[in-house]
């Protein structure tokens, strides 16, 4: 695959998370505030390694990269948004398996 084809996937990862923090931050009203929490966390990470996201091409193996923090964003933050929107703990379980691809994403870094 073409490595600047993550500045595309970054690009739209990049508009679906300032998208779901601006409602995060304006529209999400759960019954349990503690859920406003979960969804900031997904919002920070989601936007975090979307940024990443856009030097996936200047990686030594860009595709390794760009493919573990793209799972890692629909995983991780995906599990957190539909668990704070949901506000049901059970929809989480998906989390782990994003942290972990979060990890081996920059890990990759070092080979």
Known sequence: MDPQVWHKI????????????????HGFKPQN????????????YHLVHTAALVASPMAKHPNTFGS???AGILAFSGSCY???YL????????????GFAFIAAWASLLF
């Open 33 to 44: 505030p503690s859920y406003k929490e979960v969804w900031q966390t997904a919002s920070l």
């Open 10 to 25: 970054a690009g739209i990862s990049g508009v679906a998370a300032l998208a779901l923090g601006t409602y995060g931050a």
């Open 68 to 70: 573990l923090l793209t």
């Open 87 to 98: 506000e049901d703990r059970k929809y989480g379980k998906f989390a782990p398996f994003g």
């Open 82 to 84: 539909t668990v704070a």
